[in-house]
């Protein structure tokens, strides 16, 4: 019988995952990476005891320190906007999975990620709850070895699922925080980690027009408040250097062009542009064609239509259909 390694939460999805798992035939064992106190930990032990699988538990704080909390906070403070799970998964949570199916001589590992693997190849999941964005920065040895078996599923099926099986998880509510920030107050965490750039000037075609409360509180495509000449305006870009917010109409937040820096292929990488389609964040609306060529350290990304306010930080996906080609970190221009 083939083993798995299920990275287990103590929610639904991953409940779901393991027992699926199961009834396909495999050897199910569970992982909790403890990063969230005894609280979470405890229920994670609860699915695993319902489920009856047996649950491996790892304390990963020093590696979540190192891989995702630094450069979460470091790109806060070039007035990025950093996705901590993008920094997380190939780092830190399927790096954990894949050692301990090493040292559990396991076959596969698995999540509950709504994205789907095939021929060691991944792909996006159900449009309703595709994930496979999230996951654009794991290796091929990772892919090659990860099963997902929620990927054509939505999550009301699989909350529907969960009832059948009897898993007392069924109607736990998602969690949407970011794990190691329960409270969602991410500002408030910056500052307890480091000191943050104080007050500095809003900016609006090369004109002071206000004063901002700190460039770790605004994201690229965030409206600010209030009107300015009857008009909305949105920030366009964050200088950190300079400690300003630019603003800009909505009609100029969209480009054509993106810089991609840090580029991770799950193909092997092309020597010509390719043609592609790219996502710029993890929405489901704008998925425009595209081509993309490296140039030297950065992936060069031009669309056929305009996508709206790129973010710095924030990842440039590549996609050939349904496949995942690789993803990388917006650069500001």
């Not at 199910?28 to 403890?34: A, K, N, P, Q």
Request: hydrophobic residues 35%; glycine residues 10%; contains cysteine.
């Amino acid at each position: 019988m083939k083993k798995v390694i299920v990275g287990l939460s103590g929610g639904v999805d991953s409940a779901v995952t393991a027992m699926l798992l199961r009834r396909q035939g495999l050897e199910v064992s569970g992982l909790y990476l403890d990063n969230a106190g005894t609280e979470a930990r405890d229920e994670a032990q609860r699915t695993a005891e319902s489920l009856g699988i047996p649950l491996e538990i790892r304390d990963v704080k020093r590696e979540l320190e190192e891989k995702v909390c630094r450069p979460f906070t470091e790109s806060y403070l070039r007035g990025e906007t950093p996705n901590p799970c993008i920094l997380c998964n190939p780092s830190v949570k399927f790096k954990a999975l894949m050692e301990t199916a090493e040292a559990m001589d396991a076959d596969y590992i698995a999540t509950g990620h709504y994205a789907r693997t095939e021929g060691g190849a991944l792909f996006k999941g159900h449009p309703a709850n595709d994930q496979s964005y999230m996951l654009c920065r794991l290796n091929r040895r990772q892919v090659e070895r990860l099963l997902l078996p929620l990927g054509g599923y939505e999550k009301k099926q699989v909350r529907t699922l969960a009832e059948k099986m009897g898993l007392p998880v069924a109607h736990k509510p998602d969690s949407m925080e970011i794990c190691f920030i329960p409270d969602k107050d991410y500002h408030a965490w910056l500052g307890r980690r480091t000191e943050l750039p104080g007050p500095g000037d809003f900016v609006f075609h090369g004109q002071v027009i206000g004063q901002h409360e700190g460039i770790c509180r605004y994201t690229v495509g965030q409206r600010r408040p209030g009107l300015l000449e009857g008009r909305k305006v949105y920030v366009s870009r964050i200088d950190a250097a300079h400690n300003t917010v630019e603003l800009a109409l909505w009609e100029e937040l969209f480009q054509t062009r993106i810089s991609a820096r840090e580029f991770n292929w799950l193909i092997d990488p092309p020597t010509e542009p390719i043609q592609a389609s790219v996502r710029v964040r993890h929405t489901k609306w704008e998925n425009p064609r595209c081509t993309a060529q490296q140039e030297g350290e950065w992936v060069t990304i031009r669309c056929d239509e305009p996508v709206r306010a790129p973010a710095a930080g924030q990842s440039a996906v590549l996609y050939d259909g349904e496949r995942l080609l690789g993803g990388g970190f917006i650069i500001q221009t």
